[in-house]
């Protein structure tokens, strides 16, 4: 039985990590290159690293009790807590069933009156930047998906409130990435303040999630959002319901995990059409059975739109990475890999992979025509994940990136910024490097 390949950044190892953390898609990039689907790469610890689909399935369905979540999934604890996705076992699958009404089609056809709502508003809003300079386009997208998240979450909360919650989570997405990735600042952080400032946002953060939670409780009210089903979610088998802490674990998880990836694949698909003309025409005939948003049966006569979106998350998949560690010793696609094996899932390069896709470079929504859907191993596009850990609020983000795509490409046109340079910067999502700078027309 074959080794898996190594592959070095560098002459000297020493400087691997360093040189990773400075652009990991670069190196990943180039380790694929250079060694095929899979390879082994040594930062501050060994991981094996693919892009192979079969290694996908084996990981994620056939045999996902044989890994657990990845020791970097332990990162999120703090501000997740033990929600769906830290936690592991039983646990979580008490959870999973718990939570897993929030999403089922009637509650996001009650949820979309909500979304569709704030979209309008936030169209208006949009006004003031027409003709003016360019604007950061995943700042605007961050507020929509945070209204979003927030409103069919917990319904009114104080715009001093939303203010705060933008900036920490912002903050503290830096502060983890930063733990993970140069683990040799982590004295400094104690001694700069970064440690402190990260347990005050977390305390402001648990102080306001558990605030409404108690209002809840005390006045009785049952509205029609996230965090009332949230608290009436009983186990069928035990007739147990969540605690406070569980509820707050699971609400954070769902803010968290929801909004800033939507909002990214936004920004990046908002900026790829901008050189799309032709794409952009087509979106804008499809729109035109709608007004000013389109209400849900529009929404689901729209494929075109839902193509657009599924291309955007290939070339620019938010959650860009999964990790996982073997329980046990086990073999995947000839290779034998010990327990407490560490195994890094690339998703951005499994999307890009050229064995797997035509020109998997260019933009085109024609990847996901229904021929081409059909056609596709299901384990060739996974920006939802799969197998029983698959993202719970996939058709949540996807109702919610096709809204607010189809309602701004009808109402303006999108310009690039020439004087600002994008890059990629991958860390929890697939952020950019410096935001995303658009004219809006």
């Keep these: 039985m074959p080794p898996v390949p190594v592959f070095n950044i560098g002459k000297i190892s020493l400087f691997d990590p360093l040189k990773f953390a400075s652009d990991p898609l670069r190196y990943l990039h180039q380790g694929f290159e250079t060694c095929g689907s899979t390879y082994k790469l040594r930062l501050f610890r060994e991981f094996v690293i693919s892009r192979d689909p079969a290694f996908f399935r084996h990981i994620l369905q056939q045999n996902n009790r044989n890994f657990k979540k990845g020791s970097s999934s332990k990162m999120l604890y703090p501000v997740l807590g033990n929600?769906?996705?830290?936690?592991?076992?039983?646990?979580?699958?008490?959870?999973?069933?718990?939570?897993?009404?929030?999403?089922?089609?009637?509650?996001?056809?009650e949820l979309f009156l909500a979304m569709g709502t704030l979209t309008s508003r936030f169209l208006d809003e949009m006004?003031?930047?027409?003709?003016?300079?360019?604007?950061?386009?995943?700042?605007?997208?961050?507020?929509?998906?945070?209204?979003?998240?927030?409103?069919t979450l917990f319904g009114n909360m104080t715009n001093e409130d939303k203010a705060k919650i933008y900036q920490q989570v912002s903050r503290t997405q830096r502060y983890l990435v930063t733990r993970v990735r140069r683990p040799y600042r982590i004295?400094?952080?104690?001694?700069?303040?970064?440690?402190?400032?990260f347990r005050t946002d977390l305390r402001y953060f648990n102080k306001l999630v558990f605030d409404f939670i108690q209002d809840r409780r005390i006045s009785g009210e049952k509205p029609n959002d996230l965090l009332q089903l949230l608290l009436d979610s009983t186990d069928e088998e035990t007739g147990e319901q969540m605690n406070d802490q569980q509820i707050r674990d699971e609400a954070i998880t769902m803010f968290a995990a929801g909004h800033e990836t939507s909002a990214t694949g936004l920004s990046w698909l908002l900026w790829e059409l901008a050189r799309q003309p032709a794409i952009v025409e087509k979106l804008r005939k499809e729109a035109e059975i709608f007004q000013d948003v389109p209400s849900f049966e529009q929404l689901m006569a729209m494929p075109y739109s839902r193509q657009v979106v599924e291309e955007g998350l290939r070339l620019y998949p938010p959650a860009w990475t999964m990790t996982r560690e073997a329980v046990s010793d086990t073999e995947i696609e000839g290779y034998r890999l010990g327990k407490g094996t560490s195994i890094f899932l690339s998703v951005f390069e499994l999307h890009r992979n050229p064995d797997l896709w035509n020109n998997p470079l260019t933009f085109d929504p024609e990847n996901f025509s229904p021929e081409n859907v059909r056609n596709r191993p299901k384990f060739n596009y996974l920006p939802f994940g799969?197998?029983?850990?698959?993202c719970i609020g996939q058709q949540f983000a996807l109702m919610e990136m096709q809204l607010i795509l189809a309602a701004l490409v009808k109402r303006f046109t999108?310009?690039?910024d020439p004087s600002h340079p994008v890059g990629m910067l991958p860390q929890i999502v697939l952020k950019s490097t410096s935001g995303i700078k658009l004219f809006v027309k």
């Design 414 to 416: 999108f310009e690039n």
């Design 187 to 197: 004295p400094l952080m104690a001694l700069n303040g970064e440690n402190r400032q």
């Design 83 to 109: 929600g769906l996705v830290t936690s592991d076992g039983d646990f979580w699958l008490r959870q999973r069933r718990l939570v897993q009404p929030a999403f089922h089609r009637e509650r996001l056809q």
């Design 386 to 390: 799969a197998g029983p850990r698959i």
């Design 127 to 151: 006004e003031i930047f027409r003709g003016k300079n360019s604007i950061d386009i995943d700042a605007s997208m961050m507020g929509i998906t945070a209204d979003i998240a927030l409103k």
